[in-house]
């Protein structure tokens, strides 16, 4: 799947960064970050120097300090020069635009919506977001005293928090949220708070969280993607079915993931003389059963990027991939049928994704048209 991936903001750049530094196969789109902050730009170390642009020389080569309303103004004044930047990556080739930001801030939050829209005008391909939201801790110092309290963190005696101050992210969420169901067709929502282990602060975290969002861009925006080697999927997924499982009208999606390690099968030999080959040998059937359904069911109701409610949703993609050998048909026909009583929907795709050289089986889960998160609820509610 060719697509573009745009790194907006501090959080987005560093994301955009984790993921254009990834050795895979199975993500070959073209990584952008785009920011305010010079500074920002300089610290990323995977993306070329071509692959950055600093923006709004009204902000003095710095962030903005959470001010979303000036954040929107460089935006909106400068949306036409970063689809311009694209140009280099052959954005008239990519079959989606996916926007990374951290929505609790300002360069991000600012310029996302009106790019997704100037991106809309140019291109046939969609534009989906990918949306960072803030912990409570970070605009909330009583929080981040309660939630250290609860963690035991030494920060606890006296309030203190390792979390960045920032009083506006969650309004300043609440507000690009809105701007962005409005101009995408999908909003991907990453729960940081979800994702904190007990007794970690977003200061500690965030390498870690930043390749976990990567790992999830590449799982979904990778699919259809194969090596010179790779073997042919028995059933093919492309950027239409992506689309078609994100759909079109702004809805939030979440993204589930796992893995399980597995033995690759020794090669035996067959036949003779000029007619030798290698097969690889057989795998036992209830392994390779168990194993699709153990990836499968932890993708679904294991953590994903943002809880589902219920686990329903209104449209869901299941992906399984792993050693062909592995990729059992009947278990991943299996699969599909629970997702879809799992859901509650009728329009489940699904494919697999045959890794030749893989160690692991794998199951991505892409659910859209999901009630609103409790998450999302406590963001919108900031507002007042």
């Known amino acids: ?11 987005g750049g560093r994301i955009a960064d984790r993921l254009a530094g990834r050795d895979t196969d199975r993500f070959r789109g073209t ?3 785009f920011d305010t ?4 730009l300089d610290s990323l170390r995977s993306l070329d120097d071509d692959r950055r642009y600093r923006f709004g020389d009204t902000a003095g080569g710095h962030g903005l300090d959470g001010d979303l309303h000036a954040g929107r103004e460089v935006g909106r004044a400068h949306a036409s020069e970063l689809c311009r930047a694209l140009d280099d990556g052959h954005p008239s080739s990519a079959e989606a635009f996916v926007l990374v930001v951290g929505v609790g801030g300002a360069a991000g939050s600012g310029v996302a919506p009106p790019l997704a829209a100037e991106l809309t005008r140019l291109y046939d391909a969609p ?4 949306a960072v939201l803030p912990t409570p801790a970070e605009s909330d110092p009583e929080s981040a005293a309660a939630s250290a309290a609860r963690s035991g963190s030494t920060a606890a005696a006296d309030g203190a928090s390792d979390d960045p101050r920032r009083p506006l992210a969650a309004k300043n969420a609440a507000r690009t949220l809105d701007a962005l169901s409005e101009h995408v067709a999908s909003v991907i929502a990453f729960d940081n708070e979800a994702w904190l282990r007990r007794g ?17 861009i590449a799982a979904v925006f990778g699919v259809g993607e194969t090596g010179a080697d790779a073997a042919t999927p028995q059933q093919v997924v492309d950027a239409s079915d992506v689309a078609r499982a994100l759909g079109d009208d702004g809805a939030v999606a979440s993204v589930g993931y796992a893995t399980q ?3 690759t099968p020794t090669a035996s030999r067959f036949g003779l003389g000029l007619f030798d080959s290698a097969e690889p040998a057989p795998v036992d059937t209830s392994a390779a059963v168990s194993a699709i359904e153990t990836v499968i069911r932890k993708a679904t109701r294991g953590k994903n990027t943002v809880a589902v409610p219920d686990e329903r949703a209104d449209r869901a993609l299941l992906v399984v991939g792993g050693p062909p050998v592995w990729l059992n048909r009947s278990a991943i026909a299996d699969g599909r049928r629970w997702l879809a009583e799992e859901t509650g929907s009728g329009a489940i ?3 697999d994704a045959p890794v030749p050289d893989g160690d692991a089986v794998f199951a991505l889960v892409v659910r859209s048209g999901i009630d609103e998160p409790e998450r999302l609820r406590a963001i919108r509610g900031s507002t007042g």
């Open 1 to 11: 799947m060719r697509a573009h991936v745009i790194g907006l903001g501090g959080a």
């Open 31 to 33: 990584v952008f970050a």
């Open 37 to 40: 902050d010079a500074a920002a």
């Open 127 to 130: 534009v989906y977001a990918v």
């Open 200 to 216: 970690e602060s977003i200061a500690d975290a965030r390498g870690r969280l930043n390749d976990v969002v990567a790992e999830r």
């Open 261 to 263: 390690t597995v033995e």
């Open 349 to 351: 795709l699904s494919g």
